[in-house]
Nanobody
Framework: QVQLVESGGGFVQAGASLRLSCAASGRTFRTYTVGWFRQAPGKEREFVAAISRAGDTTRYADSVKGRFTISRDNAKNTLYLQMNSLKPEDTAVYSC?????????????????WGQGTQVTVSS
């Protein structure tokens, strides 16, 4: 089992950058595929990015490719999401999630554990 706590959200203007962090409890973080999802008001949860256990495979939603970078530090039990060139449509609650399977999935139902989320608001 793993517990996840996000941080780093905030209120920024369009074009700014933010870095989200997701701290994981336990010594098994490296055994999980992990990812970021987001949910805007009135919309379904959507995939943002995911990374394999060793960090050698990543996947991104088309809407964030070239702007967002996912990374992990297994020694620190931490997942990151560097978000550059933020747009108003990136406004959402961002949550990290952990999947015990090795497949880097874009499907939220594949993920077993979820953090509470951190709000990101981008003004125009």
């Amino acid at each position: 089992q793993v517990q996840l706590v996000e941080s780093g959200g905030g209120f920024v203007q369009a074009g700014a950058s933010l870095r989200l962090s997701c701290a994981a409890s336990g010594r098994t973080f490296r055994t999980y595929t992990v990812g970021w999802f987001r949910q805007a008001p009135g919309k379904e949860r959507e995939f943002v990015a995911a990374i394999s256990r060793a960090g050698d495979t990543t996947r991104y939603a088309d809407s964030v490719k070239g702007r967002f970078t996912i990374s992990r530090d297994n020694a620190k039990n931490t997942l990151y999401l560097q978000m550059n060139s933020l747009k108003p449509e990136d406004t959402a609650v961002y949550s990290c999630a952990a999947d015990a399977l090795a497949i880097v999935s874009v499907n939220p139902t594949s993920y077993d554990y979820w953090g509470q989320g951190t709000q990101v608001t981008v003004s125009s």
